[in-house]
């Protein structure tokens, strides 16, 4: 088997590269066919009867890095078409083609590296507004708790005040249960005493006689 078939990707594993969909893949294929490889743009042109699959070699993967850093970017479809034919030539005077190497270990040309570059920035830039997000929310979080304290510090001088007052009108109450219980017990004594006094009476009356 010749070598650059064993390089072949299958779709699954290039949507998963490219984190897209596999439906969003074919229609990248059909849209691009002419960017791509045979067995990627025109399968069915790669076999003779049967049913035929589409398989991405390294330089498709390339190109379809491009092709979503693009579309990612608001370019149009017809627009990308345009930049992927204006890149067709990617060499350097001196023949060498610009190349970097992803975390991966697979070599990538320069514009697919800038895409690959600008994917970056663009996680980046989606993490630090993330960020920013989350700081506001906890921001916004301390500010309702701010007020929740504030509130419940006013909450709980109003209860104070509310017992300070209540307090007062029991002792209030007290009081006057205290003189009322007075003014009766001595009017009670002075009922007892003229009771007793009335009692003497009658009795010195009656010895008297």
Known sequence: M???????????QVAARLDVSASTLRRWSKEFAPFLSQTAGYPELSTEGGTSHR???????????????????GYSYRQVAKR????????????????VVTAEGEKLG???????????????????????????ASRDLLGV???????????????????LRLEREISEI??????????IEERLLQLELEQLESRRGCLGLLFGA
């Not at 010749?2 to 699954?12: G, I, M, Q």
């Not at 890095?65 to 970017?73: D, H, P, Q």
Request: hydrophobic content about 35%.
């Open 84 to 99: 992927l034919e204006a890149m067709r030539v990617g060499e350097t005077p001196q023949g060498d083609t610009y190349a």
């Open 174 to 183: 007290k009081r006057k249960e205290e003189e009322r219980r007075g003014v």
């Open 110 to 136: 320069l514009a697919p590296a800038m895409s690959v570059l600008a994917d970056t920035i663009h996680t980046v830039a989606d993490s630090q507004q993330m960020l920013l997000q989350s700081q506001q």
């Open 2 to 12: 010749p070598d650059d078939e064993t390089r072949l990707r299958l779709p699954s």
């Open 55 to 73: 398989r991405y070699t390294d330089e498709d993967l390339e190109t379809l890095i491009i092709i979503k850093g693009l579309l990612a970017e």
């Open 145 to 163: 708790i701010i007020q929740d304290n504030f509130n419940l510090k006013e909450e709980n001088a109003r209860l104070r005040e509310r017992m």
